[in-house]
C-alpha cells in the first residue's frame, strides 16, 4: 500500500533551519504531485508548498514564501521542504501528501488538501522565540 513517511522535525530556535523529508513507496512517484501542509494547535490544516510531477513547477503559500523551499528527487522518491529563516509562528506539525497526477500535464499542481490522495502522520516542528 501507499506509505508517506516524514523526517527531520525538531525543536529549534528562531532563525534556525530544518530540512523535511518525505519518503513515498507504494506508488509510481514521479507521477504524482506532492505537497506540504501544516497544521497548528486549534487551527485547520494549512497550505504549505507543492511542487510539480516533473519537478518544474512549485508553489508556496505566501507566509514562506522566500524562506522555505520544496523540492523532489524521483529517483529517490522523496520530497523535501528546506525551511530557513524559522519563526515561531512555523511551529505546527507538517504533513506531506500525493496527489495523482498521472494524466494531468507534468507542469500541474494543486494547493488544495481535498484534490490531495495520500497523506503522511506528521513530523512536528517547534520552533522557540
Known amino acids: 500500500q501507499v506509505q508517506l513517511v516524514e523526517s527531520g522535525g525538531g525543536l529549534v530556535q528562531a532563525g534556525d533551519s530544518l530540512r523535511l523529508s518525505c519518503a513515498a513507496s507504494?506508488?509510481?512517484?514521479?507521477?504524482?504531485?506532492m505537497g506540504w501542509f501544516r497544521q497548528a494547535p486549534g487551527k485547520e490544516r494549512d497550505f504549505v508548498a507543492a511542487?510539480?510531477?516533473?519537478?518544474?513547477?512549485?508553489y508556496y503559500a505566501d507566509p514562506v514564501k522566500g524562506r522555505f523551499t520544496i523540492s523532489r528527487d524521483n529517483a529517490k522518491n522523496t520530497v523535501y521542504l528546506q525551511m530557513n529563516s524559522l519563526k515561531p509562528e512555523d511551529t505546527a506539525v507538517y504533513y506531506c501528501?500525493?496527489?495523482?497526477?498521472?494524466?494531468?500535464?507534468?507542469?500541474?499542481?494543486?494547493?488544495?488538501?481535498?484534490?490531495?490522495?495520500?497523506w503522511g502522520q506528521g513530523t512536528q516542528v517547534t520552533v522557540s522565540s
Open positions: 501528501a500525493a496527489e495523482t497526477a498521472y494524466y494531468k500535464s507534468s507542469s500541474y499542481l494543486t494547493t488544495q488538501r481535498k484534490d490531495y490522495d495520500y
Open positions: 507504494g506508488l509510481t512517484f514521479s507521477s504524482y504531485t
Open positions: 511542487i510539480s510531477r516533473s519537478g518544474g513547477n512549485t
